[in-house]
């Protein structure tokens, strides 16, 4: 078993003089972990590391923790066994790189207050879920950051160009309506209402949870069929009472849309799929133009429900970075 010595973010706790002690020294510990795919099939010979704190050095600022890394792969039944000495009560683990597989990590595990000197549960099976690499495929990926230059009024966004249509950009189809209301009196005291409105009642947004928040490819495979919703708010804002409400970037859901619906001379309903990453925000509330950003995936191809991304093969030829799968 190799031990490796790395930084960690600092774990701050308050602990009496008798609890102090305790933590100094810690307690054993032992989990065991099962690795396994999406498909719920264990996977062998993967090496999964764990983390815990080791010490703390004394330095700027707060200073700086040390933790003690192990690794070990696991078995043909996809199980792996760790025992150590716990001084935080905390642990995480996870695989960063496996042929075939997206990287999981940061998966997080507290032991329970320890009993007759070992942590609690001892021995707990944990489970580190690998999602398989299937089909990704080129998209276009663009991280939007638009001027909305006017208020109370619905505005064209072209998915595929990534630009408001004209006269205000360089788009030529409103795939979506996006209007931004807002009563902006002082930072302590404003509200905002973004209204997202699509041409056919088939077309739209929908929330949707996501499935696997510690692997690099966190989202679902393919986009629904169902569950768009023509008509889509957000609200946010601030109140001197009421606190703040909707402008804190969502990290458990993502959003699916569907555009550009159209039947052939067949009768067939075709459509586009895609994925908003990380929510809509708005920028420069006080202003007389204010900014809205989003980050999409879209797939190129009609009727393909996979939003599985290629991150190096961006349809967007002038993408500033790489985006997540």
């Known amino acids: 078993m190799k031990i490796i010595a790395c930084l960690f973010i600092p774990l701050l706790y308050t602990l009496n003089a008798e609890a102090m002690a305790s933590a100094i020294k810690g307690y054993p510990a032992k989990v065991t972990i099962l690795v396994k795919d999406d498909l719920g099939d264990p996977i062998p010979n993967a090496t999964v590391g764990l983390s815990t704190f080791k010490k703390w050095h004394p330095g700027e600022g707060f200073g700086r923790d040390e933790n003690m890394v192990l690794t070990e792969a696991s078995n043909e039944d996809g199980f792996v066994n760790f025992e150590f000495n716990c001084k935080s009560g905390r642990i995480a683990y996870g695989i960063r790189e496996l042929e075939g597989y997206y990287r999981t990590g940061g998966v997080r595990y507290h032991f329970k207050p ?140 993502y959003i699916m849309f569907r555009i550009r619906s159209s039947i052939n001379e067949e009768g067939v309903s075709s459509f586009f799929y895609g994925k908003i990453l990380n929510g809509f925000r708005v920028t420069g509330y006080a202003i007389d133009q204010p900014s809205i950003h989003f980050e999409y995936i879209l797939n190129p191809t009609p009727n393909d429900r996979n939003i599985e991304f290629d991150p190096e093969k961006n349809l967007f030829e002038n993408a500033e970075r790489k985006y997540a799968p």
């Open 114 to 253: 320890p009993i007759d000197g070992k942590c609690q549960p001892w021995n707990p099976t944990l489970e580190l879920v690998l999602r398989r690499i299937v089909k990704p495929i080129p998209m276009f990926a663009n991280n939007v950051g638009l001027v909305v230059p006017a208020l109370n009024k619905e505005l064209g966004f072209d998915f595929f160009v990534g630009d408001w249509v004209t006269p205000h950009g360089s788009g030529t189809i409103a795939d979506m309506f996006i209007k931004l209301e807002r009563k902006y009196k002082a930072w302590e005291n404003f509200y905002i209402n973004l209204e997202f409105k699509f041409p056919k009642a088939e077309e739209g947004l929908q929330t949707v949870t996501i499935p696997h928040i510690n692997s690099k490819f966190k989202y679902d495979y393919e986009a629904f069929e169902e569950g768009y919703e023509k008509l889509w708010r957000q609200k946010m804002g601030n109140h001197p009472e009421k606190g703040r409400w909707g402008l804190s970037e969502d990290k458990e859901n």
